[in-house]
């Protein structure tokens, strides 16, 4: 099995920064994909940005130039810095790692998930 543990998330002020971080865990054979998705009240969930184990970066048009998706590939971590924050960017930060485990001998992926951590923007 496989763990995402987020952290970073609070409270604000619009223009500020924030830098949110998500370590996996587990019988991990290889982590592709990591990204960073969120979801605001009453909206559906959106991709904010990916980046894969090698390869370029992808972003939302609404966080390009603002947000910076980094990752250590040694640790199984994910980092979004978070610059000129809006009020539109309020929302629960999820945390997304497609990763490959092996059960017995058979090479498995699957998406896993973290728990979320909020993300408020307001003066």
């Known amino acids: 099995q496989v763990q995402l543990v987020e952290s970073g998330g609070g409270l604000v002020q619009p223009g500020g920064s924030l830098r949110l971080s998500c370590a996996a865990s587990g019988s991990i054979f290889k982590v592709n994909t990591m990204g960073w998705y969120r979801q605001a009240p009453g909206k559906q969930r959106e991709l904010v940005a990916t980046?894969?184990?090698?390869?370029?970066?992808n972003y939302a048009d609404s966080v390009k130039g603002r947000f910076t998706i980094s990752r250590d590939g040694a640790k199984n971590t994910v980092l979004l810095q978070m610059n000129s924050l809006k009020p539109e960017d309020t929302a629960v930060y999820y945390c997304k790692a497609r990763t490959t485990t092996i059960r017995n001998a058979h090479f498995l992926t699957d998406d896993y998930w973290g728990q979320g951590t909020q993300v408020t923007v307001s003066s």
């Open positions: 980046i894969p184990s090698s390869g370029p970066t």
